[in-house]
């Protein structure tokens, strides 16, 4: 695909690891989330060598390049996006409430280079994945950003034809160099991964995103163990098919994905006091972890995050229990070397107030769709682009 733009040809091809990775790497250093100059502090990304990392166990996924010539036998990569397809739950049947399933494409990872802005790049990039979405079936697309993203807001809803869709929530706690105690009053089960995938299937039926692949992102190499808690004292564990027929009155599950292995992330930037700062509540952590105080780790060098996913739960109890969970995958995170753990929730999320994090580490994201073509059966869903939000959204976390 060969395009022009105002100020030279630009080529949109399928990314080529061994032609490309250094000039991938270099763009990803030159596009880093905050960096805008001035000294401000920005997150940076780094893949591990690996630009196709948060792809690359999706069921199909393909990384497009846009390259333009800087001279007669010289090239330069002035933007790249990633994308993922997959199939999804979109909506439940009114009658018998069971899942309705929609093959969706997701867009992630947009980047144009500072010097190649306000040119079309990023519009050529997105309408060149958004075809190979349609070639393999795709009957929707859907992007990701954080709502104060103007730049990334007004590309997709003004110049792409998306529609502002759902509005969930980063939450991010540091991992502390102390251990935090175990809760008493909720009893944790490590289940296997059939065991997951049926409860799973069952709690998750309706609930948008939740992928039809589930046991292969249970069953990933990533995926660190799917937790159970119940609160003390219930029945014994006996197996998935008991709690499904006779659940407790409240109880919450999550997994653990371990992003660490994947890239790895670093703050930079940050003033020499906010520095010290930090590291004096390490060292203080460190010397007295009986004091338990809440240190911030080292975020200026590359440190490791752990992803909770398939975060629910019912019940009254269910925050409680959630929280339980969570602070047992902080200790998971503690022993993995990890310098913070997270989740993505919705805003009505019936767990989401039991989930430990801190307010300036997380952020506010906003999902928008797009339906790719006209002549899709509108089936028992109708068009999913103006369905209202449901209590819950499953984030996977192959593309986090």
Not at 161 to 175: D, I, M
Not at 293 to 321: D, Q, T, V
Not at 335 to 343: I, K, P
Request: charged share 20%; glycine share 10%.
């Amino acid at each position: 695909m060969v395009e022009a733009t105002t100020a030279a040809i630009v080529v949109v091809r399928e990314y080529d690891g061994a032609r490309d990775r250094r000039g991938v790497e270099a763009l990803e250093r030159a596009c880093e989330v905050g960096s805008s100059g001035g000294g401000k502090m920005c997150l940076f990304t780094d893949l591990l060598g690996d630009p196709l990392c948060r792809i690359r166990h999706s069921p199909a996924f393909l990384m497009l390049v846009a390259e333009t010539a800087t001279g007669p036998n010289s090239t330069e990569i002035a933007g790249l996006v990633r994308g993922c397809v997959k199939t999804v739950v979109s909506g439940a049947t009114q009658a018998t409430k069971d899942p309705i399933y929609t093959k969706v494409g997701y867009v992630l990872g947009l980047r144009v280079s500072p010097r190649h802005r306000r040119k079309g790049v990023g519009k050529k990039l997105v309408a060149r994945m958004e075809e190979w979405f349609r070639q393999t079936g795709a009957e929707y697309s859907y992007m990701a950003t954080e709502q104060d993203n103007e730049a990334s807001v007004r590309l997709f809803t003004s110049r792409c034809g998306y529609a502002k869709f759902r509005t969930p929530s980063v939450l991010v706690h540091p991992v502390f160099g102390h251990a935090l105690r175990p809760s008493r009053s909720a009893a944790i089960v490590r289940l296997g991964t059939r065991e997951a995938e049926l409860l799973y299937r069952w709690h998750f039926a309706g609930v948008e995103f939740f992928p039809a692949d589930i046991d292969a992102v249970l069953s990933n190499d990533l995926s660190l163990g799917t937790f159970l808690a119940m609160p003390a004292g219930t029945a014994r564990w006996e197996s998935v098919e008991a709690f499904l027929a006779a659940p407790p009155a409240s109880w919450a599950v999550l997994s653990v994905w371990n992003c660490m292995d994947a890239f790895r992330l670093e703050v930079r930037g940050a003033p020499r006091l906010m520095r010290a700062a930090a590291g004096a509540t390490r060292l203080v952590d460190r010397a007295a972890p009986w004091l338990r105080i809440p240190s911030i780790p080292n975020l200026f060098a590359p440190f490791g995050l752990y992803f909770l996913y398939g975060l629910g739960g019912a019940g009254a109890g269910a925050p409680r229990l959630a929280r339980a969970l969570c602070r047992h995958a902080h200790n998971m995170a503690r022993d993995g070397g990890c310098g913070v753990v997270a989740t993505e929730v919705s805003a009505c999320e019936p767990v989401r107030a039991g989930v430990p994090h801190w307010a300036r580490l997380g952020a506010e994201d906003l999902w928008c769709i797009k339906r790719l073509a006209d002549g899709y059966s509108a089936g028992a869903l109708g068009d999913w682009t103006k369905a209202p939000a449901g209590h819950s959204i499953f984030i996977d976390p192959r593309e986090f």
